[in-house]
C-alpha cells in the first residue's frame, strides 16, 4: 500500500496535517488511492476527492502499521492492529471522507 500526499513522513502525514495522531490515509472513490488528507489530494489530482460509499470493505489506512482498516474500525479512535491512537479532530471532516 502507498499513502499519496505533500511532504510526508514515513506515517503518512502531510504538510497540511501532521500532529502525532494524524496517521490516517482515506481512500478516494474516484481514483483509489489512499490520500494522507483530501486537500493533499485536490492539489495533487486532476479531480476533487471523492468519499467512500458503503461498498467500500477498506477506505482507511493506518500509516503507522500500514494496515488496511473499515470505516467501523477507523471510527474505534485507534488502529486495531497496532494501537496507534488517530485524531479526533478528523471527525470534522467525516462528511468530506465518508458519504
Do not use: W
Not at 483509489?32 to 467512500?52: I, Q
Not at 477498506?58 to 488502529?79: A, D, I, R, W
Request: proline share 5%.
Amino acid at each position: 500500500m502507498e499513502i499519496y500526499g505533500i511532504q510526508l513522513d514515513q506515517a503518512g502525514r502531510c504538510r497540511h496535517y501532521h500532529s502525532e495522531a494524524d496517521v490516517v490515509a482515506l481512500r478516494c472513490r474516484q481514483c483509489h488511492k489512499y490520500y494522507a488528507c483530501y486537500k493533499c489530494h485536490d492539489e495533487s489530482e486532476n479531480h476533487d476527492f471523492k468519499p467512500a460509499d458503503a461498498s467500500d470493505p477498506v477506505p482507511v489506512l493506518c500509516g503507522n502499521c500500514m494496515n488496511q482498516l473499515t470505516k467501523n474500525q477507523y471510527e474505534q479512535g485507534f488502529c486495531p492492529y497496532c494501537r496507534h491512537r488517530f485524531n479526533p479532530g478528523c471527525r470534522l471532516h467525516h462528511d468530506i471522507y465518508f458519504e
